[in-house]
């Protein structure tokens, strides 16, 4: 079950993300060298896209960038670009849901849309594997971050 814990202020969806994959799977154990991470908002991290420069969010002012008077911001604006173009997943579209349907439904759906075929684990939305199904794969993966390699 994807928890909300787990969705960024900026519509990130920490569930699918490699560095909270590779924690829960402990994929250093399997030889596969990934940075682990608990999830933006668990950690409350300075977020290297947004925070840095969002006193918003520094403050806690808002829950979801979605909040903000700002919205979308031209930093959200290009983070989103760049998840849509290499991620397959929608920022400003995963805020979206969440204002429109309510974070119950984005949670069923977001399961849905990542679920692997195979073991009904969660596929990655940094490369589009399975950490439970394809760690052979990613053990000879040239570009962990990235969808293709070729
Ligand atoms: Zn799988």
Redesign the pocket.
């Known amino acids: 079950m994807f928890s909300k814990e787990l969705i960024a202020p900026c519509g990130m969806d920490c569930n699918v993300c490699s560095g909270y994959l590779a924690l829960t799977h402990d994929l250093k154990k399997k030889g596969i060298r990934m940075s682990y991470c608990a999830g933006c908002r668990p950690r409350d991290k300075q977020c290297a896209f947004l925070k840095k420069q969002c006193e918003h969010l520094r403050k806690h002012s808002v829950n979801f960038c979605s909040e903000c008077p700002k919205f979308p911001c031209q930093n959200l604006s290009s983070i989103d670009a760049r998840y849509q173009k290499l991620f397959r997943m929608s920022l400003l579209e995963n805020l979206g849901s969440i204002t429109t349907d309510g974070m119950e439904k984005f949670l069923r759906a977001e399961e849905e849309k990542w679920r ?1 075929p ?4 969660t596929i990655c939305c940094h490369n589009g594997l ?1 950490f ?3 760690t052979s794969r990613l053990k000879k993966k040239k570009h962990l971050y990235r969808w293709d390699d070729e």
Do not use: N
């Not at 195979?118 to 684990?121: A, I, N, P, Q, Y």
């Open positions: 692997c195979s073991c009904g684990g399975c439970v199904c394809d």
